[in-house]
């Protein structure tokens, strides 16, 4: 069954739970063969307290203020190379939008936009639709935490997109977790380095094409899937006990931004950047 956007305006909440959960259906991770592995082994259910369709009335609308923050969770302002914007992350057409333009303050060279989850998750499926920005340029879909006492940071990337990086084209889906222990000297270090894993994406790669990207995180690995199939599984058996995120409690974080590392040509080519995400859908 499809819904369209204005439709889904017009329904009632337990209608959009029951509409929602049937659209999806066509990507739910078939890990069993049957597609029920989420509802029968885990017993996790939608969450649409937690979950968006960005279908705020009007457009460039505050995304729901009772679900997004419009700043990073330890109140990062960003790098040499952007700064985060809350006003440049909004709800447009029914899809959130997070936009990159050149900086609009002194010193910066980029202005960016971000939402990051008022909810800190564990375990479950998350999932969103989206389409990366159309430049070479950072469209994420991410997990954050930091030990208050130690600064110690752990990461789920579900997906970073850098559309015309040589080693990281539009037409791959590069996934990462990462442990990084801060140093005076030495900043922040990655315990477990080189651990991406670019995979060959469908279709007409990340920027031309609307692609479902998921994650499933349970008590023994993390899952990546990309338009329903399961794309890479990290092991918890594989990865050292005390650099292993997937135990961690961390808000989602969706945004676009530009690494200090990316200078002359690796910088964006283009003033203005839009990524898109048509949907948040959680399942816990």
Known sequence: MFIGKASLKQLTLSTLVTA????????TPNLDGTGNWIKNQKNWQFNANVSDEFNQPGNWQTPETTKWNRYHPTGWLGNNSFTYSGSLAYTHNGNLVLEARNGANVGD????G????????????????????????ASSFWFFNRNPDNGHQF??????????????SHKKFKSNIHYFIWTPED???DQIPNYESPVDMPNAGVVTDWHIY???RDEASIRFYVDGENV????????APEYWPGDKSMPVILDILVYDWQQGANEPSQNYSFYYVDYFRVWN
Request: aromatic fraction near 18%; charge should be positive; hydrophobic fraction near 40%.
């Open 114 to 137: 971000i939402a990051s989850s008022k909810t800190a998750f564990k375990y479950g499926y998350f999932e969103v639709k989206a389409k990366a920005a159309n430049n070479n340029i």
């Open 155 to 168: 990461e789920i990337d579900v997906y970073e997109h850098f559309p015309y990086q040589g080693w990281n």
């Open 232 to 239: 890479r599984t990290i092991w918890k058996s594989s990865v």
């Open 20 to 27: 929602a959960f049937s659209a999806h259906a066509n990507f």
């Open 214 to 216: 998921g994650v499933l």
């Open 109 to 112: 060279k980029h202005t960016t």
């Open 187 to 189: 900043g922040n270090v």
